[in-house]
Structure formats: structure tokens, C-alpha cells
């Protein structure tokens, strides 16, 4: 799927010879292999180079392809700031910012020193019992069907019900949640997705104004009832961070299953690898999330600098495509081979002082996914003649079938 996005003038500063097209648009969807086909041919590419159409609403970005390079942009606060990466306040004309993603030092620092005791590994622990009980739920539940359409029937929901949980939210508003995140993050339609944040925000704002009168044990009463530098946080704040949680909690975590369980069912013998070792999963999701990253954050040029040869002014948005660097062939032997031994380090919870906060839920509920699927389903493969759709943006399968 394409669409035809204005074309915008390119700036004096950037070469043209550096202008170059880039696959990965928010709100298209392709049948190519997004990793072994298009993360590949970009890596022919310049190190750095200029994209059209890289932004949510089909405008310009420099493009970081290597990963020494997207390294050193996650510490260079000097000349990139992470203010107003994502285009949510802007379009329904507010001023908060994703709390603490969007945030840059010495704030950031003081708001993740807020919000990192929710999500320590000793925190998430006290969570196995509840993720693994709504894991085997879901597995049980078609097991005896022979076959799921994995991104609805389990992907989307089962971490979605933990974040629920997390934010005191009902269950059974997760139909509307997820029609919501859809618009956010996979449509190109700008007004489309300005309609979805001012949903979203709306009903943050009445969460919040509730939980004033109404606390809870959840997130949306922390943040309520928190004290930052002798205050209580302010409307922007409260929003900035409960959005922040929306967007990670629906998206993030359905999407890396979605393409880890497609790569087990391309390859069988990784699923019996697992089958016989359940003790290697959890490096098996390390692999795996290193080969299949679906994220893309941006950063603004806020003091110009040079990278490379590469001049960056005021205003230019840059792309951090952990899809690109997962990939990179400078950085990786052999990017396109997935080796459960092979112990990479990888940048897709991002890396330094913006490493994800909820990096160990992340990682409990793939790996309770992971141990509760292979546990409870013989070996699954994908239907004959079945090809894969994938949005792009956020690199994630349109749907999975799996049969057994």
C-alpha cells in the first residue's frame, strides 16, 4: 500500500546526492521482507542520508542507517533534542511530551528517576504469576482449534490485559484501545491519527481526574499521588506520562511477538531448538529481538553540528530506525541469520540514558508468551501459500495465521 505524500523541498543544506528513498513509511503496508529485503538494500546506502517521506505524515528526516552512529545520537543532547519526537501534542494543538521519552537533561533525568522503581526487575517479578496465568488462558483457549490468527488472538490482547492491569483501566475496553493505537501508529492520515491522540488524551484526563477522588493500586494513581522536586506533577506532566505508558504498553510488545512467533514458524528447527531447551529462551528473545526490531524514534537538530561529512540544522528531524541497525552488516556477522548463541548486544530498547523503562515487563511477557506457547501447541507453521502483509513505520505483521 502507497500514497502519494506532498513533496517537500529539499533543503539547501543537504546534498542530492544524499537524498535517497526509504521504505519504512508510517501507515503503508508491504509484502516485501521488511528485515532480509528492505533493511538490506538500505544498508547499500551512505552511512547517513536524507528520506522524503521518514516522518509520521510522509515528511523529511535524516536517517542514521549505522549503529555506532545511533549510539552516539542517543547521548548528543547538545545538538538533538528528544523533545517532540512523536507528533501526538502538536496535532491537537497541546504542549506536553511523552514523560520521560520525550524529555531531555537534566530534566530527564529527574523524571526517570520518578518512574524507574515502578518497573525494576524485582517490581515486574511480583507480575509472573498474573502474565503467565493470562498467557496459558489465551493458549488454552484455541488449542484444540488447531490454528489462531496469532496478532488478534493472542498478541494484541495478552499484553494489553497486563497493561490494563498496570493502569487500573478495564478490561473491556481493550476493542476501542487498540482501534485507537491502530490510528497512532500505523495511519498515514494525519488527521486520522490527531483524532486518535485527542481520544486518547481525552480519556487519560478523565482516568486521571478520577483517580483524585477514586485512587487505585495502579500507575494513573502513582503519577496522581507523586511528589517530583516538592510538587505534585502538573496537567502536561500527567498526560505526558500516562500517554507515554499507552503507547508502550499496546503496541510495543504485540508487534516483537507477532514477528518472533513468524520467524518459529518459518523455522521449525528453531521451534524444536526451544522445544528442547526451554532454559534458552530468554537469549533466543535477545536473537530474536536484535534480528526483527520494529521501532523508529526521531530526535529534532536543536544547534548545528556536523556528523560524517553531513551538515544538520535547526529543525531537521533525524530517524532512529532500530530496524535499520538490528540489520547492519558493519555491526553484525552475517545480520541475516538468526544464532540463538549468538550473545549480540542490540540497541531495540534503545541504549543509554534512554534505555526503555519498561525494558523487564517487555521482556517477562515475551518470554511467558514464549515458554506457555511451545509448552502447550505441537509445532505450528504458517498456512500454505500464506504471504505476509506488514505495516511498516512500525514494523509489525497485518496478521498471522498459525496452524498446528
Given at each position: 500500500m502507497s500514497f502519494a505524500f506532498p513533496k517537500?523541498?529539499?533543503?539547501?543544506?543537504?546534498?542530492?546526492?544524499?537524498?535517497?528513498?526509504?521504505?519504512?513509511?508510517?501507515?503503508?503496508?508491504?509484502?516485501?521482507?521488511?528485515?532480509?529485503?528492505?533493511?538490506?538494500?538500505?544498508?547499500?546506502?551512505?552511512?547517513?542520508?536524507y528520506a522524503e517521506h521518514a516522518y509520521p505524515g510522509g515528511t523529511p528526516a535524516w536517517i542514521l542507517r549505522r549503529t555506532e552512529d545511533l549510539r552516539a545520537m542517543y547521548f548528543n543532547t547538545e545538538h538533538f533534542s528528544s523533545k517532540g519526537f512523536s507528533p501526538f501534542a502538536m496535532l491537537i494543538g497541546e504542549d506536553w511530551n511523552l514523560m520521560p521519552a520525550e524529555m531531555d537533561p537534566p530534566e530527564h533525568g529527574a523524571y526517570r528517576a520518578l518512574v524507574s522503581p515502578l518497573f525494576t526487575p524485582a517490581a515486574m517479578a511480583k507480575l509472573d504469576d498474573r502474565i503467565r496465568q493470562y498467557a496459558r488462558e489465551y493458549v488454552l483457549g484455541f488449542?484444540?482449534?488447531?490454528?489462531?490468527?496469532?496478532?488478534a488472538d493472542f498478541a494484541f490482547e495478552f499484553p494489553i490485559k497486563v497493561f490494563l492491569e498496570l493502569?487500573?483501566?478495564?478490561?473491556?475496553?481493550?476493542?476501542?484501545?487498540?482501534?485507537?493505537e491502530t490510528n497512532l501508529l500505523h495511519n498515514h492520515d494525519m488527521s486520522q491519527i490527531a483524532a486518535a491522540a485527542r481520544k486518547?488524551?481525552?480519556?487519560?484526563?478523565?482516568?486521571?481526574?478520577?483517580?483524585?477522588?477514586?485512587?487505585?493500586?495502579?500507575?494513573?494513581?502513582?503519577?496522581?499521588?507523586?511528589?517530583?522536586?516538592?510538587?505534585?506533577?502538573?496537567?502536561a506532566e500527567l498526560v505526558g506520562f500516562t500517554f507515554n505508558l499507552f503507547i508502550g504498553g499496546l503496541d510495543t510488545v504485540s508487534t516483537h511477538m507477532g514477528l518472533q512467533f513468524l520467524h518459529l514458524a518459518r523455522h521449525l528447527e528453531h521451534q524444536q531448538e526451544l522445544r528442547d531447551n526451554p532454559a534458552l529462551i530468554p537469549q533466543a528473545i535477545e536473537e530474536l529481538m536484535r534480528a526483527y526490531p520494529a521501532v523508529t524514534t526521531f530526535r529534532t537538530c536543536v544547534k548545528e553540528t556536523e556528523i560524517k561529512g553531513v551538515k544538520f540544522m535547526p529543525g531537521d528531524k533525524v530517524a532512529m530506525s532500530t530496524t535499520l541497525v538490528g540489520r547492519d552488516p558493519?555491526?553484525?556477522?552475517?545480520?541475516?541469520k538468526v544464532d540463538f548463541h549468538r550473545k549480540a548486544r542490540h540497541l531495540t530498547f534503545a541504549f543509554g540514558p534512554h534505555l526503555c523503562v519498561g525494558m523487564?515487563?517487555?521482556?517477562?511477557?515475551?518470554?511467558?508468551?514464549?515458554?506457555?506457547?511451545?509448552?502447550?501447541?505441537?509445532?505450528?507453521?504458517?498456512?500454505?501459500?500464506?504471504?505476509?502483509?506488514?505495516?511498516?513505520?512500525?514494523?509489525?505483521?497485518?496478521?498471522?495465521?498459525?496452524?498446528?
Amino acid at each position: 500500500m502507497s500514497f502519494a505524500f506532498p513533496k517537500t523541498p529539499r533543503p539547501d543544506h543537504v546534498p542530492e546526492n544524499l537524498v535517497l528513498p526509504f521504505p519504512y513509511i508510517f501507515g503503508t503496508t508491504t509484502k516485501a521482507d521488511p528485515f532480509n529485503e528492505l533493511a538490506a538494500s538500505v544498508h547499500t546506502y551512505p552511512d547517513i542520508f536524507y528520506a522524503e517521506h521518514a516522518y509520521p505524515g510522509g515528511t523529511p528526516a535524516w536517517i542514521l542507517r549505522r549503529t555506532e552512529d545511533l549510539r552516539a545520537m542517543y547521548f548528543n543532547t547538545e545538538h538533538f533534542s528528544s523533545k517532540g519526537f512523536s507528533p501526538f501534542a502538536m496535532l491537537i494543538g497541546e504542549d506536553w511530551n511523552l514523560m520521560p521519552a520525550e524529555m531531555d537533561p537534566p530534566e530527564h533525568g529527574a523524571y526517570r528517576a520518578l518512574v524507574s522503581p515502578l518497573f525494576t526487575p524485582a517490581a515486574m517479578a511480583k507480575l509472573d504469576d498474573r502474565i503467565r496465568q493470562y498467557a496459558r488462558e489465551y493458549v488454552l483457549g484455541f488449542k484444540d482449534k488447531g490454528e489462531c490468527e496469532f496478532m488478534a488472538d493472542f498478541a494484541f490482547e495478552f499484553p494489553i490485559k497486563v497493561f490494563l492491569e498496570l493502569m487500573g483501566l478495564p478490561l473491556d475496553m481493550t476493542p476501542l484501545f487498540l482501534e485507537w493505537e491502530t490510528n497512532l501508529l500505523h495511519n498515514h492520515d494525519m488527521s486520522q491519527i490527531a483524532a486518535a491522540a485527542r481520544k486518547v488524551v481525552d480519556y487519560l484526563r478523565e482516568q486521571i481526574e478520577d483517580r483524585r477522588h477514586n485512587p487505585q493500586d495502579d500507575l494513573i494513581t502513582f503519577a496522581v499521588q507523586a511528589s517530583f522536586q516538592g510538587r505534585p506533577l502538573n496537567d502536561a506532566e500527567l498526560v505526558g506520562f500516562t500517554f507515554n505508558l499507552f503507547i508502550g504498553g499496546l503496541d510495543t510488545v504485540s508487534t516483537h511477538m507477532g514477528l518472533q512467533f513468524l520467524h518459529l514458524a518459518r523455522h521449525l528447527e528453531h521451534q524444536q531448538e526451544l522445544r528442547d531447551n526451554p532454559a534458552l529462551i530468554p537469549q533466543a528473545i535477545e536473537e530474536l529481538m536484535r534480528a526483527y526490531p520494529a521501532v523508529t524514534t526521531f530526535r529534532t537538530c536543536v544547534k548545528e553540528t556536523e556528523i560524517k561529512g553531513v551538515k544538520f540544522m535547526p529543525g531537521d528531524k533525524v530517524a532512529m530506525s532500530t530496524t535499520l541497525v538490528g540489520r547492519d552488516p558493519e555491526e553484525y556477522d552475517n545480520p541475516g541469520k538468526v544464532d540463538f548463541h549468538r550473545k549480540a548486544r542490540h540497541l531495540t530498547f534503545a541504549f543509554g540514558p534512554h534505555l526503555c523503562v519498561g525494558m523487564h515487563l517487555a521482556r517477562r511477557e515475551m518470554r511467558i508468551a514464549m515458554e506457555e506457547f511451545l509448552a502447550n501447541i505441537p509445532e505450528f507453521r504458517l498456512p500454505e501459500n500464506f504471504e505476509v502483509e506488514y505495516h511498516l513505520g512500525m514494523v509489525q505483521p497485518v496478521t498471522l495465521p498459525l496452524k498446528w
